[in-house]
Structures are given as structure tokens and as C-alpha cells.
């Protein structure tokens, strides 16, 4: 295929976009690839469409690759199936929901799991018909907080999913592994560096959960990984290690002292140093046990206070509390908060206001490092006063535990102790088995060998085909535009026509058809009255990797081979420039 400049449905733009916020949102609309529509809404422009259809290409070859077959749901889905599975509560705002004109209940998909639980009810009944997997590509509504970063985060998504059906726990484990082997092979392909963390199951429900994150400053979520044992993880999966429990013996009773003018743990600590000093060291943060309230609202609106005991030294992390609480959500606990629980003193809560055992009997949670015999200094629940050697499982004790505190680089290894290292990354594919959660809510059991129903073992699959269009470009650019891989590129080749004489453009187009009738695909920059300039920065600005230029060599019979990524360019004799060209993009 030829795309001629003078003719193809595209506009570069000089200037960066308002509201661009990274590289790939701002590059992608520069280039012409893509337009908005609203936020977190967009148009595929021609180039941009051939970009995103390269992706699902190779999403398609893999998952056809380890035998799942695809097919296509609708967008607009029923109400009923998700009632069924209790998500149509769940979701809250984060959908799109619709009636029809009878009044009846719809919704634009976010995620297909009902569905496909459905279908494969509707047709299949026997162990015989398993293990199955099944795939589609497709548009998602998902009604996000934050519709940021252009298609990193959008309202209207392409994503792929898949499902796996086995009859056992086994069987899961070898439809599992398939699809995290095409994921790898996937995300190899798409050309950028990308990490395999373990990640929390999330509303999903389910067992083992891996994501694959690609490596970018500008991503919104945050890993660890130890580069002694391999251990790596979101997060919001890191789970932390209790430390053993230890005995009290000698330790003084609880004492509540004045500690005038010390809402924070920097007043505290200075406090407890002037007057209270430790024979062995000064105090410090860690020792101090800091109470956070805020407020949970449930799916069916419900309002409930919860309490979270972490160390003086650490914040309670928003995205590590928000994945344990799912599915409800965390606003803050304000002022009127506070006024209508008079137990609580603000800067001065303790345990003994807290729990089920507590004056307020506000649900109390605590930090693994809040371990049987660890000692804290803490609120004692009137203004002015906190509490010394209140020593856990003896003076009090939470209503269960919670990874809620932030993770740091340089925290132990949860496997080795070694020190854990960190960065941010964006999540391009998540593999994690259901188990027998949407199975048993939607009643998909089928026959076993003996003849007795059993509830089928399911996994599910995504991967961001539209995000991973911005992935690859937050992974391949430099300061004139965008690099595409070769696999992803929206052509082969970028000839630029450059000068105005009539013999350089049909030059540049008879290369174009030569290489086309070898299957590639070239954009010719056939642009009249634009200058060689111009057509050169829009070369590099839409980042085709192999850019051919003709112009004042042709007199002589040569033309330019430009490498898009390493600069380099080379002068090829005219009649060479199509073996040279095919060298090039068949070898790299
Ligand atoms: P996130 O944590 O980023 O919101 P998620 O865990 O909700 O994502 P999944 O339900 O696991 O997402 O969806 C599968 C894949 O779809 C994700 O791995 C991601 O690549 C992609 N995806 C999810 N939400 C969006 C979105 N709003 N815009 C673009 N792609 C998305
Ligand atoms: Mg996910």
C-alpha cells in the first residue's frame, strides 16, 4: 500500500496539546494519530487505526497460537447477569449505565467476565468439552475518576480478554501458564521493557495474580522487586512479614502522661526526648503507634468509619488501602466526621477509643508490624496525653490486620530479607485465576467422569490493546517524535520527496510502487509547496523507522537511507534502494 501525503487524512501539529500530560499522549496527537472527543475519549485517525490494528495483530497471532479461539460480545450488555454476580452494585460510578425505552436496566461493558461465564453455560455441559479458552477484542466503557494521560487511561478502551475453562484446579494451572507464555511473547514483540509482578486479585475475586507492567516514570503504578531472590510485586500486593511474637515480661504497665501540644509525631517524638529519654537510644517515629481514621462507603452507599493502626514512621498508602477494601471506596474522615464521633480526639487517638472492645467500637485494623509484645507510644484519647508502654495482645488488640502502609524502596525482601528496589510502571496485561467465584455465582457446572456436577475452574486474561499504543511510544521516542518498532510501525518506509522538481516525486513514487509490490507499505510525502524541512521533522515526528530521501543526489542517481533511530543515513545508488530497503526491514 501507497499512502500519499497530498491525500492522506492527517495533520501534524507544532504545538503540544493543553492538556497533554506525557510523551505519548502529546507525540500521538502531534503526529496525527490519534484526536480527542471528551476526556479519555478518542478518534483512531488512519495512521493511528493502522497502529492499533498492528497491536491487536499480534495479540491475535499469540492467543491463536495457544489454541483460544476468539468471538465478540456485545458492547451494550443487560443489567440481569451482573445483578447475578453482585457487580451491578459493585461497580458504583465507575460505569455507564443506560435504559432502553421500556425502561429497562443496561450497561456498556467494562469487563466481560459474566458473559462469557454465560455462554459457556448456555453451550456446554460435559467435562468432555474442557479445557477451553476463548478470546475477544474489544471496545470497553469504563466510567474512570481520572481519565488521564490520553490512552493510558481512557472512559473507551480497546482491551483483550480471555477466559479459561477447566474442569480442575490443574487444569487452571496449565491454561494459566499458556497465556502468561503468549503474554511474554506478546509484550516482547511490542518492543518495550516491561516487568512480571504479583498483584492483588482486585474485585475479581480469585487466587494467583500476575500483572505485566510496562517500566515508565509517567505510570500510576508502583512495583518492588529484589534483585537477590527475584521477588517482584505491585505494591498493593506486597504483603509484609509479622515479626515473631514476643513476651512482655518487665515490661512497665501502660502509663498515660501529659505531652501538651503534640498532635503530630514530630511534636511527640520531640516531646518524649525532652522529657520521657530512652536509656538506650533517642525515640524516633517507629516507635510511636500513629491511629487513622477515614471513611469506607460501600456499594449499596452505606457510610462506615475505619480505623487503621500503622507505625508512627510510615502514611497509610491511598492505593494499598483502596485494593484492600474493595469494593468500596475511601474518602477522607473530615471535620463533621469528627463532630459526630466525639470518642475520637483528633491527634490524640489510641486503641482504647478503638475496636470492638473501644469506646466507639469503630472497626480497628492494624499494621502486621504491630505484632503480640511490640511496645508503642500512642494516643490515649484526650487532648494533651498519649500512652507509653502499651504493649500489643497485652493492652490491646485490633479487630483483625491489614496491608494498608506504604511500601518503601530499601524495605526487606518478604522472601529473602534482602533490600527491596522500586519504579513505576504502567499495567498492560493482568493473568489471574478466577478460581470458582463467577462459576459458582452464575451456577456454570458441567458433568465430571463420574457423572456428577462439578462448578468448572476459570481464569481470565487482559491485555490493553489501545494503552498499549501509548506504551510503546512511551518506550520508543526522542526529542523530534515518535520510533516505531518495526512490527508496530504504520509503515515500512517514509519517503520524502524533497525539492520541487517534478522527476524527484515520480522517483519517490516509483520506489513507493516497488516496494509495495513487495508487500510493504510506504508513505510518500508527495506535498507540494511544503518545504524539505518541514517534511523532514514530520518524518521524524510520526517516526516510521526507515525514511528514504530523494532529493539533490538523484541528479546523480542516489538517494538517502535514513535510520530513524540511530540518526544514521547512508547514500544508496537509486537502483539499489529497494533491495537495500527490503534488507533492512525483513532484518531487523
Ligand atoms: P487499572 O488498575 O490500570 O485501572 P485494571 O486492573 O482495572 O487497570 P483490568 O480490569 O485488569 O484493569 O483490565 C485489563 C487491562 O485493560 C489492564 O491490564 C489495562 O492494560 C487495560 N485497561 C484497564 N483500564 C483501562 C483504561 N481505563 N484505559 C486503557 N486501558 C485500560
Ligand atoms: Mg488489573
Same mark, same amino acid.
Given at each position: 500500500?501507497?499512502?500519499?501525503?497530498?491525500?492522506?487524512?492527517?495533520?501534524?501539529?507544532?504545538?503540544?496539546?493543553?492538556?497533554?500530560?506525557?510523551?505519548?499522549?502529546?507525540?500521538?496527537?502531534?503526529?496525527?494519530?490519534?484526536?480527542?472527543?471528551?476526556?479519555?475519549?478518542?478518534?483512531?485517525?488512519?495512521?493511528?487505526?493502522? %497502529?492499533?490494528?498492528?497491536?491487536?495483530?499480534?495479540?491475535?497471532?499469540?492467543? /491463536?497460537?495457544?489454541?483460544?479461539?476468539?468471538?465478540?460480545?456485545?458492547?451494550?450488555?443487560?443489567?440481569?447477569?451482573?445483578?447475578?454476580?453482585?457487580?451491578?452494585?459493585?461497580?458504583?460510578?465507575?460505569?455507564?449505565?443506560?435504559?432502553?425505552?421500556?425502561?429497562?436496566?443496561?450497561?456498556?461493558?467494562?469487563?466481560?467476565?459474566?458473559?462469557?461465564?454465560?455462554? +459457556?453455560?448456555?453451550?456446554?455441559?460435559?467435562?468432555?468439552?474442557?479445557?477451553?479458552?476463548?478470546?475477544?477484542?474489544?471496545?470497553?466503557?469504563?466510567?474512570?475518576?481520572?481519565?488521564?494521560?490520553?490512552?493510558?487511561?481512557?472512559?473507551?478502551?480497546?482491551?483483550?480478554?480471555?477466559?479459561?475453562?477447566?474442569?480442575?484446579?490443574?487444569?487452571?494451572?496449565?491454561?494459566?501458564?499458556?497465556?502468561?507464555?503468549?503474554?511474554?511473547?506478546?509484550?516482547?514483540?511490542?518492543?518495550?521493557?516491561?516487568?512480571?509482578?504479583?498483584?492483588?486479585?482486585?474485585?475479581?475475586?480469585?487466587?494467583?495474580?500476575?500483572?505485566?507492567?510496562?517500566?515508565?516514570?509517567?505510570?500510576?503504578?508502583?512495583?518492588?522487586?529484589?534483585?537477590?531472590?527475584?521477588?517482584?510485586?505491585?505494591?498493593?500486593?506486597?504483603?509484609?512479614?509479622?515479626?515473631?511474637? %514476643?513476651?512482655?515480661?518487665?515490661?512497665?504497665?501502660?502509663?498515660?502522661?501529659?505531652?501538651?501540644?503534640?498532635?503530630?509525631?514530630?511534636?511527640?517524638?520531640?516531646?518524649?526526648?525532652?522529657?520521657?529519654?530512652?536509656?538506650? @537510644?533517642?525515640?524516633?517515629?517507629?516507635?510511636?503507634?500513629?491511629?487513622?481514621?477515614?471513611?469506607?462507603?460501600?456499594?449499596?452507599?452505606?457510610?462506615?468509619?475505619?480505623?487503621?493502626?500503622?507505625? =508512627? /514512621?510510615?502514611?497509610?498508602?491511598?492505593? @494499598?488501602?483502596?485494593?484492600? +477494601?474493595?469494593?468500596?471506596?475511601?474518602?477522607?474522615?473530615?471535620?463533621?466526621?469528627?463532630?459526630?464521633?466525639?470518642?475520637?480526639?483528633?491527634?490524640?487517638?489510641?486503641?482504647?477509643?478503638?475496636?470492638?472492645?473501644?469506646?466507639?467500637?469503630?472497626?480497628?485494623? !492494624?499494621?502486621?508490624?504491630?505484632?503480640?509484645?511490640?511496645?508503642?507510644?500512642?494516643?490515649?484519647?484526650?487532648?494533651?496525653?498519649?500512652?507509653?508502654?502499651?504493649?500489643?495482645?497485652?493492652?490491646?488488640?485490633?479487630?483483625?490486620?491489614?496491608?494498608?502502609?506504604?511500601?518503601?524502596?530499601?524495605?526487606?525482601?518478604?522472601?529473602?530479607?534482602?533490600?527491596?528496589?522500586?519504579?513505576?510502571?504502567?499495567?498492560?496485561?493482568?493473568?489471574?485465576?478466577?478460581?470458582?467465584?463467577?462459576?459458582?455465582? !452464575?451456577?456454570?457446572?458441567?458433568?465430571?467422569?463420574?457423572?456428577?456436577?462439578?462448578?468448572?475452574?476459570?481464569?481470565?486474561?487482559?491485555? =490493553?490493546?489501545?494503552?498499549?499504543?501509548?506504551?510503546?511510544?512511551?518506550?520508543?521516542?526522542?526529542?523530534?517524535?515518535?520510533?516505531?518498532?518495526?512490527?508496530?510501525?504504520?509503515?515500512? %518506509?517514509?519517503?520524502?520527496?524533497?525539492?520541487?522538481?517534478?522527476?524527484?516525486? @515520480?522517483?519517490?513514487?516509483?520506489?513507493?510502487?516497488?516496494?509495495?509490490?513487495?508487500?510493504?507499505?510506504?508513505?510518500?510525502?508527495?506535498?507540494?509547496?511544503?518545504?524539505?524541512?518541514?517534511?523532514?521533522?514530520?518524518?521524524?515526528?510520526?517516526?516510521?523507522?526507515?525514511?528514504? %530521501?530523494?532529493?539533490?543526489?538523484?541528479?546523480?542517481?542516489?538517494?538517502?537511507?535514513?535510520?530513524?533511530?540511530?540518526?544514521?543515513?547512508?547514500?544508496?545508488?537509486?537502483?539499489? +534502494?529497494?533491495?537495500?530497503?527490503?534488507?533492512?526491514? @525483513?532484518?531487523?
Amino acid at each position: 500500500m501507497v499512502l500519499h501525503m497530498s491525500s492522506l487524512f492527517l495533520r501534524t501539529l507544532r504545538e503540544d496539546p493543553a492538556d497533554a500530560e506525557v510523551p505519548s499522549h502529546r507525540l500521538l496527537v502531534r503526529a496525527g494519530y490519534i484526536r480527542r472527543v471528551s476526556p479519555g475519549v478518542y478518534t483512531w485517525l488512519p495512521l493511528g487505526l493502522r %497502529v492499533l490494528r498492528n497491536v491487536e495483530r499480534i495479540v491475535r497471532e499469540e492467543m /491463536d497460537a495457544i489454541g483460544a479461539q476468539e468471538l465478540l460480545f456485545p458492547a451494550l450488555l443487560p443489567r440481569e447477569p451482573f445483578d447475578a454476580s453482585g457487580r451491578w452494585a459493585e461497580y458504583g460510578d465507575n460505569i455507564f449505565r443506560l435504559q432502553d425505552r421500556k425502561g429497562a436496566d443496561h450497561l456498556l461493558g467494562p469487563t466481560h467476565e459474566e458473559m462469557f461465564t454465560l455462554t +459457556v453455560k448456555d453451550l456446554y455441559s460435559s467435562y468432555k468439552d474442557l479445557p477451553l479458552s476463548i478470546y475477544q477484542i474489544q471496545t470497553k466503557y469504563r466510567d474512570e475518576a481520572r481519565p488521564r494521560a490520553g490512552l493510558l487511561r481512557g472512559r473507551e478502551f480497546v482491551m483483550k480478554d480471555s477466559y479459561s475453562f477447566d474442569i480442575d484446579e490443574a487444569g487452571l494451572d496449565k491454561s494459566y501458564q499458556a497465556h502468561r507464555d503468549a503474554y511474554v511473547r506478546i509484550f516482547d514483540r511490542l518492543g518495550f521493557h516491561y516487568v512480571i509482578v504479583e498483584a492483588m486479585a482486585g474485585a475479581m475475586g480469585g487466587s494467583k495474580s500476575e500483572e505485566f507492567l510496562a517500566t515508565a516514570e509517567v505510570g500510576e503504578d508502583t512495583y518492588v522487586h529484589c534483585t537477590n531472590c527475584g521477588y517482584a510485586a505491585n505494591v498493593e500486593a506486597v504483603r509484609v512479614p509479622a515479626p515473631e511474637p %514476643v513476651g512482655w515480661d518487665g515490661v512497665p504497665a501502660a502509663h498515660a502522661e501529659d505531652t501538651p501540644d503534640t498532635p503530630t509525631i514530630e511534636t511527640l517524638v520531640n516531646h518524649l526526648n525532652a522529657h520521657h529519654p530512652r536509656p538506650d @537510644r533517642p525515640w524516633s517515629a517507629g516507635d510511636t503507634l500513629k491511629n487513622v481514621v477515614v471513611m469506607l462507603v460501600h456499594p449499596d452507599g452505606t457510610r462506615e468509619p475505619l480505623a487503621i493502626g500503622v507505625p =508512627g /514512621d510510615r502514611e497509610v498508602d491511598e492505593k @494499598r488501602l483502596g485494593a484492600q +477494601v474493595e469494593p468500596a471506596t475511601v474518602e477522607a474522615f473530615d471535620e463533621k466526621d469528627f463532630a459526630r464521633h466525639p470518642g475520637l480526639v483528633k491527634g490524640y487517638i489510641g486503641p482504647g477509643a478503638l475496636g470492638l472492645e473501644g469506646t466507639t467500637g469503630i472497626r480497628f485494623l !492494624l499494621d502486621p508490624r504491630i505484632a503480640p509484645g511490640t511496645r508503642w507510644v500512642t494516643g490515649a484519647n484526650e487532648p494533651g496525653k498519649h500512652v507509653l508502654d502499651l504493649v500489643a495482645g497485652r493492652d490491646f488488640e485490633g479487630d483483625g490486620a491489614i496491608e494498608a502502609a506504604e511500601v518503601r524502596f530499601g524495605d526487606p525482601c518478604p522472601n529473602c530479607d534482602h533490600v527491596l528496589e522500586g519504579a513505576r510502571g504502567i499495567e498492560m496485561g493482568h493473568v489471574f485465576q478466577l478460581g470458582k467465584k463467577y462459576a459458582e455465582a !452464575l451456577d456454570l457446572r458441567v458433568l465430571d467422569q463420574n457423572g456428577k456436577l462439578t462448578t468448572v475452574v476459570m481464569g481470565s486474561y487482559g491485555v =490493553g490493546v489501545s494503552r498499549a499504543v501509548a506504551c510503546v511510544v512511551e518506550g520508543n521516542y526522542d526529542d523530534s517524535g515518535i520510533i516505531w518498532p518495526r512490527e508496530l510501525t504504520p509503515a515500512d %518506509v517514509h519517503i520524502v520527496a524533497a525539492g520541487k522538481d517534478e522527476p524527484l516525486f @515520480r522517483a519517490a513514487d516509483d520506489i513507493a510502487r516497488d516496494l509495495e509490490a513487495h508487500g510493504l507499505t510506504c508513505i510518500v510525502d508527495d506535498r507540494k509547496g511544503v518545504s524539505p524541512g518541514v517534511k523532514f521533522k514530520d518524518s521524524e515526528l510520526i517516526g516510521v523507522p526507515t525514511i528514504i %530521501v530523494v532529493g539533490r543526489g538523484l541528479a546523480d542517481g542516489k538517494v538517502e537511507i535514513k535510520d530513524r533511530r540511530s540518526g544514521e543515513r547512508r547514500e544508496v545508488a537509486l537502483d539499489s +534502494v529497494v533491495e537495500s530497503v527490503l534488507a533492512e526491514v @525483513r532484518g531487523s
